[in-house]
């Protein structure tokens, strides 16, 4: 089994069928992380090259994880250590990547759009693992595999995503999975968070949280960027957290069993409080364990899988 | 010696001609416009013969707006490859922008601008000097000794003059001189990071959006700042629905502005940007196919006076890279013609009034010679095929750089010969 496609470098122009198929193989491979021995030898003698242009821990190292569990050959690359501080162009990296002869190349991004134009230079595959304010599909199909295990289902749901839409690559590739998948998906955050004619991604816009949330099955949080948006697009974090804030008193106007995501880190008392953050229907940590399955869906899909698998 | 151009379809805007025509060039000038039937002919054997047969015969193409980025970014483009470049596109005259390094803002630049024009191919090149210094938008220049070294205009292009008072101040001096300012219209605080037209576009790809009211608001502020002044102004590259309508409300006051549009805005929207094509990163971006008609409905109507390429040379260092890190700019000079005779071959525009566009209202604009194929004007004259194709290869124009988003795309219109007071800069 594999997806029929060289990379993954959004949720825009997935399939339905292709979703499905990343997220049951996600499901199977779960088990894998309550085993002793956490390893199966799927991905043996390959090679995938984490390269990391903008630090990110949790991603790259839920996609070292993951690596290491189907045991490929993990090479971590970030630009910290590269030669990226001597002016060397990120196709010049990437010459030198592919001469390593990856199979294939993670690559996180703070432009839009990098990944894409990798994807067109290099032969092996690449996925996306977060390009500027563009998309961040292995993010949004973590949270689908997790709306899937909690709801049973996503067909027919509601959710809401609430913040900073207009910088957020996890809401794109979400309102795309989301809505392919037969969600109903409301955008919700000031006017100044809301980027030009979201509406024609299929969306409903909202500039208050509860009614935003009222109704809806699954809430989902973005983190608001501290050092970037207090004073360009708000007044102030305070004013923010009064009126775009998840407390217990506005999840009041939400479905009982609304579940509550959020892509982390978190910040406390900003987006979303204490007491939100580590109640009963809060995900947030069982997103990060399912993010590994996803990624060693990805992985394993994206490269055929075992050698005697791949036979059709 | 003589040259007759034989055979075409001579058209001439500003004669108000359009018919079969001789054209008879004698000591670099337009000796005189013969009936083909005519009995009245030269003596053969001194006359050099270009066979025009189905061709159009023109005034040169003038383009009012382009940047040769000599002195200081030779690698990209120089005022030799230029020329060669514009008369491959058929142009005869450029009038090139000030953004070079140093910045052309003062008469040592101006006139090693003229002097290296004058060992080219003989293509007229006129310097635009910048209408501040630095082009910070802080000072004014010293427009009147500018305009005695030979600047033609006065342009920040690529910048606005941010300070209403300082532009007023060029506004009202530069009239005193008959220098035409030229004016980059985008409110910077506005377009401030914006890498794309703000829209559904930069929605999809994360991109930070330019709006619209970011030219309009400037061209608006530099339209009441004309009425005011009564100073001519030129708006440069207009891009929005909005910027017409103003351009058109101001000329029904009586402003004294005029604009231009560029090849590339009549032809592209927002969405060839798409897949994060940095060859179709420009300012100001592309933008939707409302405005592209606007602007053209414009073009047609009047409104917009000139064609106009904004030639802006770039390495593939500056364009090969991640998109919100590449170089605004496109180059023009070779495919403006085919592109806009696409636009008249779509209907948008009849062919007379695209060569008083191309070269007639530049001239008026500019108060260059040229523009004209009236007996005793110098022989600038553009000879081209309106109906033969030919594919644009990006790596064989002859532009020192590449950034075309039109690489491999089919264009009409052959340039048969590109003639420079009488002289043949370019055959094909
Ligand atoms: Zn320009």
Not at chain 2, 150 to 165: K, M, P, T, Y
Request: proline share 5%; aromatic share 4%.
């Amino acid at each position: 089994m594999r997806l029929n496609r060289k990379d993954l470098l959004g949720l825009e122009d997935i399939a339905v069928d292709e979703i499905k198929l990343i997220l049951d193989t996600a499901d199977s491979f779960k088990e894998f992380g309550s085993r002793i021995i956490k390893k199966v030898p799927a991905l043996r003698g390959k090679t995938v090259v984490n390269l990391f242009y903008e630090p990110s821990t949790r991603t790259r190292t839920s996609f070292e994880i993951a690596g290491k569990r189907l045991s490929a050959d993990v090479v971590n690359f970030s630009a910290s250590q590269s030669s990226v501080g001597k002016g060397e162009t990120l196709i010049d990296t990437m010459k030198n990547i592919e001469a390593m002869q990856p199979d294939l190349i993670v690559v996180r991004h703070g432009s839009a759009g990098a990944p894409h134009m990798l994807a067109r230079m290099v032969e092996c595959g690449v996925i996306n693992a977060g390009d500027g304010a563009h998309e961040h599909p292995s993010q949004a199909l973590l949270d689908m595999l997790m709306i899937r295990d909690v709801k049973g289902r996503i067909n027919g749901l509601t959710v809401a995503i609430i913040g900073d839409i207009s910088h957020s690559r996890v809401a794109r590739s979400n309102i795309y999975g989301l809505t392919r998948m037969g969600a109903r998906v409301r955008v919700c955050g000031p006017k100044t968070m809301i980027p030009a004619q979201i509406e024609r991604m299929g969306v409903e816009v909202f500039h208050d949280v509860r009614k935003a949330i009222s109704g809806v099955d699954v809430i989902m949080m973005l983190r608001i960027q501290l050092e970037r948006q207090a004073g360009a697009l708000l007044p102030s974090l305070r004013e923010y957290a009064r009126h775009f804030g998840l407390t217990p008193e506005i999840i009041k106007a939400a479905k009982p069993d609304a579940t509550i995501l959020h892509p982390g880190p978190i910040n406390r008392g900003v987006e979303i409080s204490s007491e939100v953050a580590d109640c009963q229907r809060s995900m947030i940590l069982n997103q990060v364990t399912n993010g590994v399955a996803v990624r060693m869906a990805l992985l394993y899909l994206l490269t055929g899988g075992a050698g005697d698998e791949t036979a059709d | 010696m003589k040259l007759l151009i034989k055979g075409g379809r001579v058209i001439d805007p500003a004669q108000g001609i359009d018919k079969p025509l001789d054209v008879l060039i004698e000591k670099g000038r337009i000796a005189s416009l013969i009936q083909p039937a005519s009995r009245v002919r030269p003596a053969m054997d001194k006359v050099k013969t270009i066979d025009a047969t189905g061709c159009i015969v023109a005034p040169g193409l003038i383009d009012m707006h382009v940047h040769f980025r000599e002195p200081g970014f030779e690698h990209k483009e120089t005022i030799e490859s230029g020329c060669a470049a514009a008369a491959a596109g058929g142009f005869t005259s450029v009038c090139c922008m000030a953004n070079t390094n140093p910045v052309n803002d003062n008469q040592a630049i101006t006139l090693m601008i003229i002097a290296q024009a004058q060992k080219a191919n003989g293509v007229r090149v006129y310097p635009i000097a910048a209408a501040t210094v630095g082009q910070n938008g802080e000072a004014a220049t010293e427009i009147g000794e500018l305009k005695t070294a030979g600047a033609v205009a006065l342009s920040d292009d690529g910048n606005e003059i941010r300070n209403s008072q300082v532009a007023r101040l060029v506004l009202e001096y530069a009239s005193m001189f008959d220098m035409p300012v030229i004016l980059h219209c985008e409110d910077m605080y506005l377009s401030q990071g914006g890498q794309v037209n703000e829209g559904f576009v930069s929605t999809e790809l994360g991109l930070p959006g330019i709006p619209n009211a970011a030219e309009e608001s400037m061209v608006a502020r530099n339209l009441i700042l004309a009425e005011m002044t009564g100073a001519p102004i030129h708006i440069a590259h207009v891009s929005t629905a909005g910027s017409v309508d103003l351009i058109r409300w101001a000329k029904a006051r009586d402003v004294r502005v005029t604009a231009e549009a560029t090849p590339h805005h009549l032809t592209l929207t927002e969405k060839a940007v798409r897949g994060y094509n940095t060859q179709c990163k420009m300012s100001p971006p592309l933008r939707s196919e409302q405005d592209r008609i606007a602007v053209l409905t414009g073009l047609a109507d009047g409104t917009i006076d000139a064609v106009a390429t904004d030639h802006a040379p770039h390495d593939d260092r500056l364009k090969i890279v991640e998109f919100d890190k590449a170089a605004n700019g496109v180059i023009g000079l070779e495919t403006a013609l085919g592109l806009m005779l696409r636009l008249v071959r779509q209907g948008q525009l009849d062919l007379p009034t695209l060569i008083q566009r191309m070269s007639t209202a530049p001239a008026r604009i500019m108060g260059l010679p040229g523009g004209s194929l009236a007996v005793d004007q110098p022989a600038d004259v553009v000879v081209f095929d309106p109906e033969q194709e030919w594919t644009v290869d990006a790596m064989c124009l002859r532009s020192r750089s590449h950034n075309t988003p039109f690489d491999g795309w089919s264009l009409p219109g052959v340039i048969k010969a590109t003639i420079v007071n009488g002289r043949i800069v370019h055959s094909g």
